[in-house]
């Protein structure tokens, strides 16, 4: 059974870079889409972006210019950036894996498999 | 970005009832390949959320048959035939017709 498990600093400092972690266990990273999504009192669930591949990453416009995601076959992990952050980036940050279906499609992929969260609070 | 919008915010309910919630979407969620493509999650107490329905009516692996999902375009609608206790938590909508996914805000199910 695959499991997700999301790691990061808890409290990071305005202006600062924000890094996460997720690490898979219980399965391959690979032919998968790779997802963050973080969640805060002020803006309910929010998809900040997914992986596939370097060449097939999309990201939420409104983070474009802030976020940049990888993926380390070799860990079995899973990588968010976030630059410059701001209080408004705290939230609970959620990694998310994308499955695609037999009936969706070829670019449609469901959250089937979701870590248990990290909570990041920024704060001087 | 697609709008996604909910009723009711709060849904008490008495176990064996039925539950019904709604959620629209600003702009039609129906592709030309005849798929909607609007998700149902939902995230118990303490929980990070799980996938319920996928495009629009099919069930998760898993989820009981209690739950059933319909609709098209831009109205949506998450039935459950017979609630029970183990189904509180927030239900959320999602639109996976375009980037960035957007969620509605949540319908927050409790038992009366």
């Known amino acids: 059974q695959v499991q997700l498990q999301e790691s990061g600093p808890g409290l990071v400092k305005p202006s600062e870079t924000l890094s996460l972690t997720c690490s898979v266990s219980?399965?391959?990273?690979?032919?998968?889409?790779w997802n963050w999504i973080r969640q805060s009192a002020g803006k309910g669930l929010e998809w900040i972006g997914r992986?596939?591949?370097?060449?097939?990453?999309r990201y939420h416009p409104s983070l474009e210019s802030r976020v940049s995601m990888s993926v380390d076959t070799s860990q079995n992990q899973f990588s968010l950036s976030l630059r410059s952050i701001t209080a408004a980036d705290t939230a609970v940050y959620y990694c998310?894996?994308?499955?695609?279906?037999?009936?969706?499609?070829?670019?449609?992929?469901?959250?089937?498999?979701w870590g248990p969260g990290t909570a990041i609070s920024v704060s001087s | 970005d697609i709008v996604m919008t909910q009723s009711p915010p709060s849904l008490p309910v008495t176990p064996g009832e039925p539950a019904s919630i709604s959620c629209r979407s600003s702009q039609s969620l129906l592709y030309s390949n005849g798929h909607n493509y609007l998700d149902w999650y939902l995230q118990k107490p303490g929980q990070s959320p799980q996938l319920l329905i996928y495009l629009t009516s099919n069930r998760a692996s898993g989820v009981p048959d209690r739950f059933s999902g319909s609709g098209s375009g831009t109205d949506f609608t998450l039935r459950i035939s017979k609630v029970e206790a183990e189904d509180v938590g927030v239900y959320y909508c999602?639109?996976?017709?375009?980037?960035?996914?957007?969620f509605g805000q949540g319908t927050k199910l409790e038992i009366k």
């Open positions: 219980g399965g391959s990273i690979s032919g998968y889409y």
């Open positions: 998310a894996r994308g499955r695609l279906t037999e009936n969706g499609g070829p670019y449609y992929y469901v959250m089937d498999v």
């Open positions: 992986f596939y591949t370097t060449a097939n990453t």
């Open positions: 999602m639109q996976a017709l375009q980037t960035p996914r957007t």
